[in-house]
């Protein structure tokens, strides 16, 4: 039984592994709020062009493009995706001319995993007991950084307190921590770890006294035993400084040599600095380790050396007296939002469009892994075009079950500027609106992690933090769920010149909760157009008021207003989530939308992006049966009410229904007491489909569907351009004018395939893993499901002589960043295996074997050509290097590219894919070089001519391409795989492995029937073991 939980924090991963007696992570997601962005070339009238930033701060744009690159790179290379998160770039001086804007910038990051149950509690810690750290060693990094967190107004302070706070990361000692606490899990009953915690804020000085703080047991830590990365750390920062990839546990004596043998094999740095006293005291001595003897002279620990820190736990974590705040109250009086007389809808329609909290989140999503561990269910894109609009992220939490974890973010800032009360209701609520779309347990179970970043020291601040705090419990208890943890930074304002500038108040809500079933779950595409039918838009929308204070339409004509939208129906709420989420497991929905930045407007309009398809929507009887009391007055001054209603932020979602089941639906709503309105159909495919909307005898919209895609997705093409190379960038946004659905084929029957394997006798295969790889364990799960016998493998054990190839009968090299792809992917693996005496003969042998095969995705892709597996490099010669025949070089967008590409299977030699040659299927790739090229022209010539293309990207019509993004990295040809001419070796970057189960797709053609649950990659794994077993 495993226990689903989720941790937000800058150092997520290790918060995930030190719950109980470990975690393991399975998801992330992230988030970012900045300034103005001021994009060259691309000027926003609701930007100041004007405001000036601190000579120490990166600028908005440089913040929002770094900060998301650092965040995907250390995700990517550690192996865990990013499904969801939100965007918003801010920055406006209100009616007094105070300057409110994140100048002080936030970077959210949150994570989520899985427990076993039985490792929930802790073991309290007795005397005897080892203090161990595995992970990183000791760098002068982090110091101070909790201090400098809970500064009043960063920029006052001396500037080397923050530039010393700042932290470094090492993704590839994360993955080789990870794998640790993993292997200590996987032991059950027999887990050495018999307590565990993530080194944070602190440092040592923290995590060591945390360890040894229950019956305040007391312990005596070694400085002597510390990992050093650099000699010259003395015992102050040794003890502060919050260097990461860290974590402290607890194990008993009996168990150090088994902790010890699996940080060796996985090649993580472990130390036994301390030992358990049970005195009450946390000694730090210099010199060292002496356990026993530490015992022995607890009363006099002097002998051993010197002692920089000595206190008893009841004066540092026992009882605390509690701190009384008063707070002040600052009234401020509000400016109505102004409309002008003569309001230009396509105009607005354009404004709004362009803000970073209602455009395309492309720019981030396409640089991020979002399908590593193969557990993913939904991450952030639908459609056929795979576009940015998912109001929910999905996992699995095994690759053998339909039981999975769902989360949701919530985050309304900028209506906190005119009440924070109302924020934080907005927030729990919209949180709320996005996870209605996938089947919980109940929405009991639903629990919750609150995020807080506020300038809470500057005055009136605290108050309107309590206020906000206070709603947000009081909204939770409407809704019985619960906000269980989260974190805090009160530093949220930034010294510009001699004006102090808040960062609008900002709480991050973040929902969990454990789904049944995976495959219960709806998506905002529009999907009628695809499958025939005619289909009904309808819309559920909770207060019944239309206010527009701190909406994107307010901003986008540089206002804040003074009401914005709250959620004071939260018993309406509840029956809207109960019934929506009935008529999903139903079947009865198609698709549905939260309504949230923009409005109602921009919620429709992204269904449509979505789906590429029309719509055609009339308000006149909706406006008709609204309340004109509850339309915000400044609509109401210009004589077009429907613009409040269009692009008011109101809690409330729009939902997809067959036509033949209208009547139905709505009568279920309404019998349920939860308000709704039938919008109109839609209407057409592709995108020169047009979206209508009418009130009366006016045409609001009337436009097609690329035309204001292209508007959405302009923003994220301007930040593009400057990530990436710009002509991919200008490729892919022109790509708009033409992109159609793709069409997906597969050659054989599915369900003849999957129930005709038997698994009739064994057969051995290892999965070859150099340190940095993160795939395995998804190809593993394929492998299985073929029924292999699969051996885990590291190199560490071929090296050691702890297994031989001779063993197997497959091998296989999974996808990742070996050596973080250090000098090139791949290369540090390949040096490895060619420059071991050991080794190469074992590889060279196992290749010229005929009885055996191999596979290599990705960075085993990578690896296979760099060794000659698909070329001719012989690894026996080791002074002389030949160049290979084939090299996988980095992508022509210059950058990582996680897409979700269509494949078309070659006519190949290869044992793996014979039966699905000439099918055309979807599938993941992730990766930052992965453009083949040949050594010369015969080569390639010879590669196709002897039948050694394996798969190639296609374009939407199923013809092989270079353009990109259908081909996301410039390979010529399209070629995307390539095997051996025997055929049993096979080289490829996408990943099937990743999308051998149907829930692992995120878009399948309507037409493309399957009715397994496995999909039609598993039947390469499924042949290779027939193959092995004739």
């Given at each position: 039984?495993?226990?689903?939980?989720?941790?937000?924090?800058?150092?997520?991963?290790?918060?995930?592994?030190?719950?109980?007696?470990?975690?393991?992570?399975?998801?992330?997601?992230?988030?970012?709020?900045?300034?103005?962005?001021?994009?060259?070339?691309?000027?926003?009238?609701?930007?100041?062009?004007?405001?000036?930033?601190?000579?120490?701060?990166?600028?908005?744009?440089?913040?929002?493009?770094?900060?998301?690159?650092?965040?995907?790179?250390?995700?990517?290379?550690?192996?865990?995706?990013?499904?969801?998160?939100?965007?918003?770039?801010?920055?406006?001086?209100?009616?007094?001319?105070?300057?409110?804007?994140?100048?002080?910038?936030?970077?959210?990051?949150?994570?989520?995993?899985?427990?076993?149950?039985?490792?929930?509690?802790?073991?309290?810690?007795?005397?005897?007991?080892?203090?161990?750290?595995?992970?990183?060693?000791v760098y002068r990094i982090g110091v101070g950084g909790g201090a400098a967190s809970s500064v009043e107004v960063q920029g006052y302070s001396n500037s080397d307190v923050d530039f010393n706070a700042v932290q470094r990361g090492d993704a590839e000692m994360e993955n080789k921590l990870n794998r640790v606490v993993r292997a200590c899990i996987e032991m059950g009953d027999k887990n050495p770890i018999l307590a565990i915690h993530d080194q944070g804020a602190g440092g040592n000085g923290n995590v060591l006294k945390e360890l040894v703080e229950p019956?305040?047991?007391?312990?005596?830590?070694?400085?002597?035993?510390?990992?050093?990365?650099?000699?010259?750390?003395?015992?102050?920062?040794?003890?502060?400084?919050?260097?990461?990839?860290?974590?402290?546990?607890?194990?008993?004596?009996?168990?150090?040599?088994?902790?010890?043998?699996?940080?060796?094999?996985?090649?993580?740095?472990?130390?036994?600095?301390?030992?358990?006293?049970?005195?009450?005291?946390?000694?730090?001595?210099?010199?060292?380790?002496?356990?026993?003897?530490?015992?022995?002279?607890?009363?006099?620990?002097?002998?051993?050396?010197?002692?920089?820190?000595?206190?008893?736990?009841?004066?540092?974590?026992?009882?605390?007296?509690?701190?009384?705040?008063?707070?002040?109250?600052?009234?401020?009086?509000?400016?109505?939002?102004?409309?002008?007389?003569?309001?230009?809808?396509?105009?607005?329609?354009?404004?709004?469009?362009?803000?970073?909290?209602?455009?395309?989140?492309?720019?981030?999503?396409?640089?991020?892994?979002?399908?590593?561990?193969?557990?993913?269910?939904?991450?952030?894109?639908?459609?056929?075009?795979?576009?940015?609009?998912?109001?929910?992220?999905?996992?699995?939490?095994?690759?053998?079950?339909?039981?999975?974890?769902?989360?949701?973010?919530?985050?309304?800032?900028?209506?906190?500027?005119?009440?924070?009360?109302?924020?934080?209701?907005?927030?729990?609520?919209?949180?709320?609106?996005?996870?209605?779309?996938?089947?919980?347990?109940?929405?009991?179970?639903?629990?919750?992690?609150?995020?807080?970043?506020?300038?809470?020291?500057?005055?009136?601040?605290?108050?309107?933090?309590?206020?906000?705090?206070?709603?947000?419990?009081?909204?939770?208890?409407?809704?019985?769920?619960?906000?269980?943890?989260?974190?805090?930074?009160?530093?949220?304002?930034?010294?510009?010149?001699?004006?102090?500038?808040?960062?609008?108040?900002?709480?991050?809500?973040?929902?969990?909760?454990?789904?049944?079933?995976?495959?219960?779950?709806?998506?905002?595409?529009?999907?009628?157009?695809?499958?025939?039918?005619?289909?009904?838009?309808?819309?559920?929308?909770?207060?019944?008021?239309?206010?527009?204070?701190?909406?994107?339409?307010?901003?986008?004509?540089?206002?804040?207003?003074?009401?914005?939208?709250?959620?004071?129906?939260?018993?309406?709420?509840?029956?809207?989530?109960?019934?929506?989420?009935?008529?999903?497991?139903?079947?009865?929905?198609?698709?549905?939308?939260?309504?949230?930045?923009?409005?109602?407007?921009?919620?429709?309009?992204?269904?449509?992006?979505?789906?590429?398809?029309?719509?055609?929507?009339?308000?006149?009887?909706?406006?008709?049966?609204?309340?004109?009391?509850?339309?915000?007055?400044?609509?109401?001054?210009?004589?077009?009410?429907?613009?409040?209603?269009?692009?008011?932020?109101?809690?409330?979602?729009?939902?997809?229904?067959?036509?033949?089941?209208?009547?139905?639906?709505?009568?279920?709503?309404?019998?349920?007491?939860?308000?709704?309105?039938?919008?109109?159909?839609?209407?057409?495919?592709?995108?020169?489909?047009?979206?209508?909307?009418?009130?009366?005898?006016?045409?609001?919209?009337?436009?097609?569907?690329?035309?204001?895609?292209?508007?959405?997705?302009?923003?994220?093409?301007?930040?593009?351009?400057?990530?990436?190379?710009?002509?991919?960038?200008?490729?892919?946004?022109?790509?708009?004018?033409?992109?159609?659905?793709?069409?997906?084929?597969?050659?054989?029957?599915?369900?003849?395939?999957?129930?005709?394997?038997?698994?009739?006798?064994?057969?051995?295969?290892?999965?070859?893993?150099?340190?940095?790889?993160?795939?395995?364990?998804?190809?593993?799960?394929?492998?299985?499901?073929?029924?292999?016998?699969?051996?885990?493998?590291?190199?560490?054990?071929?090296?050691?002589?702890?297994?031989?190839?001779?063993?197997?009968?497959?091998?296989?090299?999974?996808?990742?960043?070996?050596?973080?792809?250090?000098?090139?992917?791949?290369?540090?693996?390949?040096?490895?295996?060619?420059?071991?005496?050991?080794?190469?003969?074992?590889?060279?042998?196992?290749?010229?074997?005929?009885?055996?095969?191999?596979?290599?995705?990705?960075?085993?892709?990578?690896?296979?050509?760099?060794?000659?597996?698909?070329?001719?490099?012989?690894?026996?010669?080791?002074?002389?290097?030949?160049?290979?025949?084939?090299?996988?070089?980095?992508?022509?967008?210059?950058?990582?590219?996680?897409?979700?590409?269509?494949?078309?299977?070659?006519?190949?030699?290869?044992?793996?894919?014979?039966?699905?040659?000439?099918?055309?299927?979807?599938?993941?790739?992730?990766?930052?070089?992965?453009?083949?090229?040949?050594?010369?022209?015969?080569?390639?010539?010879?590669?196709?001519?002897?039948?050694?293309?394996?798969?190639?990207?296609?374009?939407?019509?199923?013809?092989?391409?270079?353009?990109?993004?259908?081909?996301?990295n410039g390979s010529v040809d399209g070629i995307a795989g390539l095997c051996s001419e025997d055929g049993r070796h096979l080289a490829l970057m996408p990943h099937p492995e990743r999308c051998t189960a149907m829930f692992q797709w995120p878009y399948v053609p309507a037409d493309f029937k399957i009715n397994s649950v496995e999909s039609p990659w598993q039947i390469m794994f499924n042949s290779a073991y027939e193959w092995c077993t004739k």
């Amino acid at each position: 039984m495993f226990v689903v939980l989720i941790i937000y924090y800058i150092s997520l991963f290790r918060d995930v592994q030190g719950v109980g007696r470990g975690g393991l992570p399975i998801a992330g997601t992230a988030g970012y709020c900045v300034g103005c962005l001021n994009i060259p070339g691309y000027t926003q009238t609701y930007e100041n062009n004007d405001f000036e930033y601190p000579s120490s701060f990166a600028k908005p744009l440089k913040v929002l493009i770094e900060a998301s690159n650092g965040a995907s790179d250390y995700g990517n290379k550690f192996g865990e995706p990013v499904i969801a998160g939100f965007a918003i770039s801010y920055g406006l001086e209100n009616r007094v001319g105070e300057r409110q804007e994140y100048v002080k910038p936030i970077m959210f990051s949150g994570g989520m995993g899985i427990m076993d149950s039985t490792m929930r509690q802790k073991v309290n810690p007795k005397r005897g007991m080892l203090l161990v750290k595995i992970g990183g060693p000791v760098y002068r990094i982090g110091v101070g950084g909790g201090a400098a967190s809970s500064v009043e107004v960063q920029g006052y302070s001396n500037s080397d307190v923050d530039f010393n706070a700042v932290q470094r990361g090492d993704a590839e000692m994360e993955n080789k921590l990870n794998r640790v606490v993993r292997a200590c899990i996987e032991m059950g009953d027999k887990n050495p770890i018999l307590a565990i915690h993530d080194q944070g804020a602190g440092g040592n000085g923290n995590v060591l006294k945390e360890l040894v703080e229950p019956g305040f047991a007391g312990a005596v830590i070694f400085s002597k035993e510390f990992q050093l990365g650099d000699p010259t750390i003395n015992a102050l920062e040794l003890w502060g400084a919050e260097y990461q990839e860290n974590n402290a546990l607890i194990c008993k004596p009996e168990h150090r040599k088994i902790l010890e043998d699996i940080c060796s094999r996985e090649r993580c740095p472990i130390s036994f600095v301390g030992v358990v006293t049970g005195n009450g005291r946390v000694t730090l001595v210099e010199s060292q380790a002496d356990f026993e003897r530490a015992l022995e002279l607890e009363d006099n620990l002097s002998l051993l050396g010197a002692i920089p820190f000595d206190l008893e736990l009841k004066h540092v974590l026992g009882d605390m007296p509690q701190r009384e705040y008063k707070l002040d109250r600052i009234s401020e009086k509000l400016k109505p939002l102004s409309l002008n007389s003569d309001f230009n809808n396509s105009e607005c329609l354009k404004t709004v469009l362009s803000q970073l909290s209602v455009g395309s989140k492309r720019f981030l999503t396409n640089k991020v892994d979002r399908c590593v561990t193969g557990l993913v269910a939904q991450q952030q894109c639908v459609g056929p075009l795979h576009t940015p609009l998912a109001d929910y992220g999905l996992t699995a939490i095994s690759y053998f079950g339909k039981e999975g974890i769902a989360t949701s973010i919530g985050t309304q800032p900028i209506k906190g500027i005119l009440s924070s009360s109302a924020m934080a209701r907005m927030c729990v609520a919209e949180a709320i609106s996005n996870l209605v779309f996938v089947k919980i347990t109940e929405l009991a179970d639903v629990k919750c992690s609150g995020n807080w970043m506020w300038p809470a020291k500057l005055p009136g601040e605290g108050a309107r933090l309590y206020d906000a705090c206070k709603e947000m419990c009081q909204m939770m208890k409407e809704l019985h769920i619960a906000v269980d943890g989260g974190k805090d930074s009160l530093s949220m304002a930034a010294k510009v010149n001699d004006e102090t500038v808040k960062s609008p108040g900002t709480l991050v809500i973040s929902t969990y909760v454990p789904c049944p079933d995976i495959t219960v779950k709806i998506t905002p595409d529009l999907k009628g157009p695809s499958l025939g039918e005619q289909t009904a838009l309808v819309w559920i929308n909770i207060e019944g008021k239309f206010r527009l204070g701190g909406s994107a339409l307010a901003l986008a004509f540089s206002q804040q207003g003074d009401e914005c939208p709250t959620v004071l129906q939260s018993d309406i709420l509840v029956k809207a989530f109960t019934t929506t989420q009935n008529l999903i497991q139903q079947g009865k929905l198609l698709a549905g939308h939260d309504i949230s930045d923009g409005g109602l407007i921009i919620c429709l309009l992204e269904m449509a992006f979505g789906g590429l398809c029309g719509f055609q929507i009339d308000l006149t009887n909706v406006m008709k049966i609204l309340n004109i009391a509850h339309i915000d007055k400044a609509a109401k001054l210009i004589g077009k009410p429907e613009v409040a209603v269009l692009y008011a932020e109101e809690c409330g979602w729009v939902i997809e229904v067959p036509m033949k089941l209208l009547s139905e639906v709505q009568n279920i709503y309404t019998n349920n007491g939860v308000p709704n309105y039938y919008l109109g159909s839609t209407s057409g495919l592709g995108l020169n489909s047009t979206l209508i909307i009418k009130c009366h005898s006016e045409t609001i919209l009337h436009n097609d569907v690329k035309t204001l895609f292209k508007q959405w997705e302009r923003t994220s093409f301007e930040i593009e351009k400057l990530q990436s190379n710009p002509d991919c960038a200008l490729e892919e946004y022109n790509s708009l004018n033409y992109r159609s659905a793709p069409k997906y084929y597969c050659s054989l029957d599915l369900n003849t395939e999957i129930s005709a394997l038997r698994a009739t006798k064994v057969v051995s295969v290892a999965v070859i893993r150099e340190e940095g790889v993160n795939s395995d364990r998804e190809i593993m799960a394929s492998l299985i499901k073929a029924n292999f016998e699969v051996h885990d493998v590291t190199m560490s054990d071929l090296l050691c002589g702890r297994t031989y190839l001779d063993r197997y009968r497959g091998i296989i090299f999974p996808g990742g960043f070996s050596y973080a792809d250090t000098l090139g992917s791949a290369k540090g693996w390949a040096a490895n295996i060619m420059f071991s005496d050991l080794l190469s003969s074992q590889f060279e042998a196992f290749k010229r074997r005929q009885d055996v095969f191999s596979l290599g995705v990705c960075n085993g892709c990578q690896l296979m050509a760099l060794i000659g597996w698909v070329g001719n490099v012989s690894m026996l010669n080791r002074h002389v290097i030949d160049v290979p025949e084939v090299a996988v070089l980095h992508n022509k967008s210059e950058r990582f590219e996680c897409r979700w590409t269509t494949i078309r299977v070659e006519d190949s030699n290869s044992i793996m894919l014979n039966k699905l040659k000439g099918s055309i299927l979807g599938c993941w790739i992730s990766h930052g070089e992965g453009r083949f090229s040949f050594r010369t022209t015969e080569v390639l010539n010879s590669l196709k001519s002897n039948r050694c293309v394996a798969i190639k990207y296609v374009d939407d019509k199923g013809n092989a391409t270079e353009a990109y993004p259908m081909n996301p990295n410039g390979s010529v040809d399209g070629i995307a795989g390539l095997c051996s001419e025997d055929g049993r070796h096979l080289a490829l970057m996408p990943h099937p492995e990743r999308c051998t189960a149907m829930f692992q797709w995120p878009y399948v053609p309507a037409d493309f029937k399957i009715n397994s649950v496995e999909s039609p990659w598993q039947i390469m794994f499924n042949s290779a073991y027939e193959w092995c077993t004739k």
